[in-house]
């Protein structure tokens, strides 16, 4: 599928953004992390909510701060060879898809389990970093389409959000773990089929000239994220408004 440009070709010398069917998994990825405080709310109405929620997600942040720590000094490392990289990310996609969906049974189990969740939020936050740096590799870009394509998909990605909030539970989970497995399927077939001669990490020179327009605004989402997660806030009393 060709998919279509988001804008004409510009004096760069880049050719235009076209969206493709990768892009909408990105979307599927981006609107089913549980990390995302209203993503995990949309399924409130479980019968195990208030006991499984908050550990799994205690247990998931700390397993994907650690993570990240890992993935980060094993990226100023010597890259590694593809096939290597490739099966580490289809352990990791598998190990992520065990995890959310176990958590996500886990809320309309009989009865509470806190160390499942625990351990379902250690096996999904430790795969997640990994994950996200597949992605970041998979959908790479020039940083002004970069731009673009990432306001593309925090909006698609907030609608869909939106939706899975307004959903009753019994169309919410099939509907949840369909987006999820298609979030996922994308890193490891990418991770096999990537050049063994890209570097696999380093991008200083393209991450400078992105914080370097791109800070101050940053920041100022960040703490806006964080206030109206803090705050939760509704629209019309249905919809958490940090989406």
Do not use: N
């Not at 709310?41 to 701060?65: K, N, R």
């Not at 100023?76 to 996609?93: C, N, S």
């Not at 590799?137 to 593309?152: G, K, S, W």
């Amino acid at each position: 599928m060709e998919g279509f440009a988001l804008r004409d070709a510009g004096d760069d010398g880049h050719a235009p953004l076209a969206l493709r069917p990768i892009h909408l998994a990105l979307v599927a990825f981006v609107a089913t992390l549980p990390a995302h405080a209203p993503t995990i709310g949309a399924f409130a109405e479980a019968p195990q909510f208030e006991v499984i929620a908050d550990t799994f997600l205690f247990a998931l942040l700390l397993a994907a701060v650690t993570s990240s720590v890992v993935v980060l000094l094993r990226g100023l490392q010597r890259p590694r060879k593809v096939f290597a990289r490739a099966r580490v990310t289809a352990i990791a996609a598998a190990a992520y898809l065990l995890g959310t969906m176990g958590a996500v049974g886990l809320l309309f189990a009989p009865m509470p389990l806190p160390a499942a969740a625990v351990g379902a939020g250690l096996l999904a936050g430790a795969a997640l970093p990994l994950l996200v740096a597949e992605w970041a590799r998979a959908v790479a870009v020039p940083i002004d389409q970069a731009l673009v394509l990432c306001a593309f998909v925090v909006l698609t990605a907030s609608f869909v959000g939106w939706i899975l909030a307004l959903l009753p539970p019994s169309a919410l989970v099939p509907v949840f773990c369909l987006l999820l497995v298609a979030g996922v399927v994308v890193p490891p077939v990418a991770a096999r089929m990537g050049d063994p001669a890209l570097p696999l990490a380093r991008p200083a020179d393209t991450m400078r000239r992105l914080v370097s327009v791109t800070w101050l605004p940053l920041l100022g989402f960040a703490v806006y994220a964080f206030m109206t997660d803090v705050m939760a806030h509704s629209a019309f009393g249905v919809v958490q408004a940090s989406f």
